[in-house]
């Protein structure tokens, strides 16, 4: 179109540039053929006979012959006062006509008594190729008695004309295709532009960058008009919400290039799974959703499921490396689970959350059960919020005790929250949801600045012992959180003792351990909790100086049950911490007779039931009061055994 409009414009202006020098032409040669005609009018001065019939007379005849030496003037006719030709003059000879012939033209000058002039385009050999040709009346007393036509050849002046006013066209043709062209074409192109950015806004708005699968906007309009249909068509449909187990550890191993790689090559999958009146989405972050139309049977989307776990389960290969992922699948099937969009994404969502609470890697089906679970999440979710924002939490202290001579040697900081109904929420409960929620670091860093207050209020002797979760050293300078919370406390570095577990180590060890040596630098103690229980921990046992090690209370919950295996393992752990000069502690004591094994499998230190449940800070006065009773030397050995007095 834009091609069109520059073409019209320029050959608008050529024509009207040609039409122009034609018409300058035309005049011209008018001017030039009328006066050459009035030339002849004026000086011929027997035009009267002539044109009645007589012959020239010799001045006539001389004016002819002189004429006829002119390059512009190729024929002079005279004509009678009725139109017919009676003498011509050429450039070959001067003669009477034999024949004469009528011109229309002559008759129109005789009539309308003025001059009348055209021009013609040479049509045969010996003719001009370009001729203006004059009719002139002669009058005699006002009347006219006879005609002059000058033929007068204008080819030269045509050429010439030609010459400087077409270049000179072409010219202001160019400069107005410049002119305008180039601006039409910028406007062209901003115009293209708009559109291609309009059409990729349009897209965005509706589809996910990273795969191209429809967003969460697009997906609800599908949803919408599909459940719309159903009443109709019948049958059901079948929402799978997806998502991938343990991605962030993806992102942490290959990156973020690598988890994007593994989300595209997720949608692809989908994609090429799902039917063409199915939708796939990506909600964002690693959360995809097939909806599954003409479903008949449960059974049916049951099978789906399975197909979409076979599927994103092969594995996949990122710059030479083999990534495997698993996926929890929540179904929400239509009607039964929802009768409008965000009703059943929420119950597929439900039943996806009731999969990753059972262990991940699993199918789901909603069921009624589930939005009770949902309430009660809420409820805890909101009773966290509030804890975090007005630092609802309370610790709780549990004694830990060299088995040796039974000495105390410090407390264990146990987080535990308040339940509205006055009684307290175990940690396994509400920490997992705390981490989901992105408010453990929080919550951990609170936990530091109270351990460190409440220890600047027992004996210099006493260390306290502080657990530290992953999502703090992710979430900011853990470093700092501990330097301040010593800080503001005065708590001396070497009681405070921060357990690490070897989760954090093998996420990014390197990093890890850097940090770990500084918390050495400040003088703090590094125990590695739930020892045994991982796959890499001996790794870390040279990587790291570790000044404590603590056996995880499995290892107790199994002793006496596997025929000494449990005995053995702990005794070589011990053995292990002892020569690499860490201390061991054993967790989990809860019987006589673990400890009496303890005792002789020479473990440093014990914490457990049997030594003292964790209290509010508000009783620890009290265990150091005993803790000084159960240290006098009445209690300390009967034949050779520990006898534990309680």
């Given at each position: 179109m834009l091609a069109a409009i520059v073409s019209l414009l320029v050959g608008g202006t050529w024509l009207i540039v040609k039409a122009a020098t034609d018409h300058l032409l035309y005049q011209n040669a008018t001017r030039t053929a009328r006066m050459w005609a009035q030339y002849v009018a004026a000086n011929v001065l027997d035009l009267q006979q002539i044109a009645a019939g007589e012959n020239p007379s010799s001045a006539s005849m001389a004016f002819f012959q002189a004429s006829r030496k002119s390059d512009e003037v190729f024929r002079y006719t005279i004509f009678n006062r009725y139109g017919y030709s009676i003498l011509v003059s050429d450039r070959d000879q001067i003669t009477p006509v034999d024949l004469s012939v009528y011109s229309a033209d002559a008759a129109r000058s005789i009539k309308e008594n003025r001059p009348v002039v055209r021009t013609r385009i040479g049509q045969g050999a010996g003719q001009p190729a370009y001729?203006?040709?004059?009719?002139?009346?002669?009058?005699?007393?006002?009347?006219?008695?006879?005609?002059?036509?000058?033929?007068?050849?204008?080819?030269?002046?045509?050429?010439?004309?030609?010459?400087?006013?077409?270049?000179?066209?072409?010219?202001?043709?160019?400069?107005?295709?410049?002119?305008?062209?180039?601006?039409?074409?910028?406007?062209?192109?901003?115009?293209?532009?708009?559109?291609?950015?309009?059409?990729?806004?349009?897209?965005?708005?509706?589809?996910?960058?990273?795969?191209?699968?429809?967003?969460?906007?697009?997906?609800?309009?599908?949803?919408?008009?599909?459940?719309?249909?159903?009443?109709?068509?019948?049958?059901?449909?079948?929402?799978?919400?997806?998502?991938?187990?343990?991605?962030?550890?993806?992102?942490?191993?290959?990156?973020?290039?690598?988890?994007?790689?593994?989300?595209?090559?997720?949608?692809?999958?989908?994609?090429?799974?799902?039917?063409?009146?199915?939708?796939?989405?990506?909600?964002?972050?690693?959360?995809?959703?097939?909806?599954?139309?003409?479903?008949?049977?449960?059974?049916?989307?049951?099978?789906?499921?399975?197909?979409?776990?076979?599927?994103?389960?092969?594995?996949?290969?990122?710059?030479?490396?083999?990534?495997?992922?698993?996926?929890?699948?929540?179904?929400?099937?239509?009607?039964?689970?929802?009768?409008?969009?965000?009703?059943?994404?929420?119950?597929?969502?439900?039943?996806?959350?009731?999969?990753?609470?059972?262990?991940?890697?699993?199918?789901?089906?909603f069921s009624p059960e589930m939005d009770e679970q949902l309430q009660k999440r809420i409820a805890m979710e909101r009773i966290i919020r509030d804890a975090v924002a007005h630092d609802g939490f309370v610790l709780h202290y549990q004694p830990v005790f060299e088995i040796k001579n039974r000495k105390l040697i410090g407390f264990e900081a146990l987080v535990r929250l308040p339940a509205p109904d006055g009684g307290l929420i175990p940690p396994a409960t509400f920490i997992p949801i705390a981490e989901e929620m992105h408010l453990i670091d929080r919550v951990g860093a609170w936990v530091l600045r109270e351990a460190c207050r409440a220890a600047t209020n027992w004996p210099s002797d006493l260390i306290v012992a502080v657990n530290l979760s992953p999502s703090q050293f992710d979430a900011g300078d853990i470093v700092a959180i501990v330097a301040e919370a010593l800080r503001s406390s005065g708590l001396e570095p070497n009681r405070l003792e921060l357990e690490v577990t070897e989760t954090l180590l093998l996420r990014d060890g390197d990093a890890t351990l850097a940090t770990l040596r500084r918390f050495k630098a400040m003088g703090v103690s590094i125990a590695m909790d739930d020892f045994g229980t991982g796959y890499s921990s001996l790794s870390y046992l040279w990587k790291f100086p570790f000044d404590k090690i603590k056996i995880d209370r499995s290892f107790m919950e199994g002793f006496g049950k596997s025929r000494g295996d449990v005995e053995t393992v702990v005794k070589s752990l011990v053995a292990l911490g002892r020569e690499m000069k860490m201390r061991v502690t054993v967790e989990g004591v809860e019987t006589v007779q673990q400890v009496e094994f303890l005792y002789d499998a020479d473990a440093d230190q014990v914490q457990g039931f049997y030594f003292g449940k964790p209290m509010p800070a508000t009783q620890i006065g009290a265990e150091l009061l005993d803790d000084f009773r159960r240290s006098q030397p009445a209690d300390a050995r009967t034949d050779g055994k520990l006898r534990v007095v309680k």
């Open positions: 001729a203006a040709e004059a009719y002139v009346p002669v009058l005699v007393e006002g009347q006219a008695v006879a005609v002059v036509a000058a033929n007068v050849d204008q080819t030269a002046e045509r050429d010439g004309y030609y010459r400087v006013f077409l270049p000179a066209a072409a010219s202001l043709c160019l400069l107005t295709a410049f002119s305008f062209g180039l601006p039409a074409l910028a406007w062209f192109r901003r115009t293209k532009e708009k559109q291609q950015a309009d059409r990729r806004i349009h897209y965005l708005a509706h589809h996910d960058a990273l795969t191209g699968l429809v967003n969460r906007g697009q997906l609800v309009e599908k949803l919408d008009a599909a459940l719309a249909l159903l009443p109709a068509a019948g049958g059901m449909l079948a929402v799978h919400f997806i998502d991938i187990d343990h991605f962030k550890q993806v992102n942490d191993t290959l990156g973020h290039d690598g988890g994007d790689f593994l989300l595209s090559s997720i949608g692809e999958r989908l994609r090429r799974l799902a039917r063409i009146e199915d939708t796939v989405a990506r909600l964002g972050g690693d959360e995809f959703v097939v909806v599954q139309t003409a479903v008949v049977e449960k059974a049916q989307a049951e099978a789906f499921a399975g197909r979409i776990g076979s599927a994103l389960a092969a594995p996949l290969y990122f710059q030479e490396q083999e990534v495997r992922a698993t996926y929890t699948i929540g179904i929400a099937m239509a009607p039964a689970d929802g009768t409008a969009p965000e009703r059943l994404l929420k119950s597929a969502d439900l039943a996806l959350y009731s999969g990753k609470t059972s262990g991940r890697d699993c199918v789901r089906f």
